[in-house]
C-alpha cells in the first residue's frame, strides 16, 4: 500500500472537472492510497460510493464507510475519484480545497467556532450491525446526556 499527499493545482481544462461538475477549478491538496491487491470490475467501481453497497457476504458489514468518505469530502469542496484494475490493484484520489493565506484560516477558524455539543435526556435505539459501532454510539449519546438502547440487527430492534 502507498500513500501520497500532494499539492496541485486544478486546471479549468482539467478532466477531473469533466468527471467532478461540482469541483472548482483551483488549488487542492490531493490524497492518494494505492493498493495492489486484486482490483475492482468496472461495475463494481460504478457504485462504491452507494450508501449500503458492499461486495461482503450478507451480515458482514454494512458499506458505509465509502459512502460516508465521499458525502464528508464532497461537503468540504471537494471530491473522491477511483481508478482500479482487476488484478493489478486500486487507487483512491481524496481532493481537498487547499487554502494558502493566513487570513483565510482565520476567517475558517472563526466560521468553525467550536459550539456546545446538542443534549437531550430522551431515549434513543442505535442499530447497527458491527459491535465496535454500536459501542462507539453508545458511548456517545451517553456522554450527550442520552438513554441508549442497543441493538445488533433489525429484528432484535423490533422486539
Known amino acids: 500500500m502507498t500513500v501520497a499527499l500532494n499539492d496541485i493545482d486544478i486546471e ?31 461495475k463494481v467501481v460504478k457504485r462504491i460510493f452507494e450508501p449500503y453497497f458492499t461486495t461482503k457476504e450478507k451480515g458482514v458489514g454494512t458499506g458505509l464507510g465509502l459512502a460516508m468518505v465521499h458525502g464528508i469530502t464532497k461537503s468540504c469542496g471537494g471530491t473522491v475519484s477511483v481508478q482500479s484494475k482487476v488484478g493489478k490493484g486500486t487507487v483512491f484520489y481524496v481532493y ?48 450527550l446526556g442520552y438513554r441508549v438502547v442497543t441493538k445488533n440487527n433489525g429484528i432484535d430492534a423490533l422486539k
Request: proline share 10%.
Open 12 to 42: 479549468t481544462d482539467a478532466k477531473i472537472l469533466n468527471q467532478n461538475p461540482d469541483l472548482q477549478p483551483g488549488p487542492y491538496i490531493r490524497l492518494a492510497v494505492k493498493d495492489t491487491g486484486h482490483g475492482m470490475a468496472p
Open 96 to 143: 481537498l480545497p487547499r487554502t494558502d493565506s493566513d487570513s483565510a484560516l482565520k476567517e475558517t477558524r472563526e466560521s468553525t467556532a467550536v459550539q456546545p455539543a446538542p443534549t437531550g435526556a430522551e431515549r434513543i435505539l442505535f442499530i447497527d450491525d458491527e459491535p465496535e459501532l454500536v459501542a462507539l454510539g453508545r458511548e456517545m449519546l451517553e456522554h
